[in-house]
T-cell receptor
């Protein structure tokens, strides 16, 4: 069964600190993995997209890693800011067509001053 | 603004009513989607259209009927609304980047509350 599991479910950190969010997946055939940021009351916004041949990708203070062998991904946030408070959703695409997506339940991150 | 837009943003209605949510994208994308995000924040795809043709139709009650009058619009009509339909509905569109990669853009969501 295709599944995407994220941990932790929620996380509270102080402004300026780093944090790492985890994503494990059992999706086949794997196409790509993406991380989305969803602010409260808004739609998800793409942060990174990685294929199986990429093991790291950065977008500003966000760095995603992918280990296709162990089927794990992480999203590292450096020097967190209050605006990083959001849900972070790991999404795995399978097959070749658009729309074949399995969503994780997300990690709710709260950055406190 | 270049974006995916949805109307209305909030919709409160009674059980048994019929309602529609509209979605428009001015990004020139060929593929559009409807997602449902329940109270546990879990996003699930409902439908996907490519060039006005239905390509994904997940296990959704047939009370939900999508309609795509043209590539830029994908509307969602819901008949005989039930309490369990309360959720946030997101429209999205996508464009192919390279090979199997595509970029997806989401609308702001429509919060549907059925009383």
């Amino acid at each position: 069964k295709n599944q995407v599991e994220q941990s932790p479910q929620s996380l509270i950190i102080l402004e300026g600190k780093n944090c790492t969010l985890q994503c494990n997946y059992t999706v086949s055939p794997f196409s790509n993995l993406r991380w989305y940021k969803q602010d409260t009351g808004r739609g998800p916004v793409s942060l990174t997209i990685m294929t199986f041949s990429e093991n790291t990708k950065s977008n500003g203070r966000y760095t995603a890693t992918l280990d296709a062998d162990t089927k794990q991904s992480s999203l590292h946030i450096t020097a967190s800011q209050l605006s990083d408070s959001a849900s972070y959703i790991c999404v795995v695409s399978y097959g070749g067509s658009q729309g074949n997506l399995i969503f994780g339940k997300g990690t709710k991150l709260s950055v406190k001053p | 603004d270049t974006a995916v837009s949805q109307t209305p943003k909030y919709l409160v209605t009674q059980m048994g009513n019929d309602k529609s949510i509209k979605c428009e994208q001015n990004l020139g994308h060929d593929t559009m989607y409807w997602y449902k995000q329940d109270s546990k924040k879990f996003l699930k795809i409902m439908f996907s259209y490519n060039n006005k043709e239905l390509i994904i139709n997940e296990t959704v009650p047939n009370r939900f009927s999508p309609k795509s009058p043209d590539k830029a619009h994908l509307n969602l009509h819901i008949n005989s609304l039930e309490l369990g339909d309360s959720a946030v509905y997101f429209c999205a569109s996508s464009r192919r980047l390279a090979g199997p990669l595509y970029e997806q853009y989401f609308g702001p969501g429509t919060r549907l509350t059925v009383t």
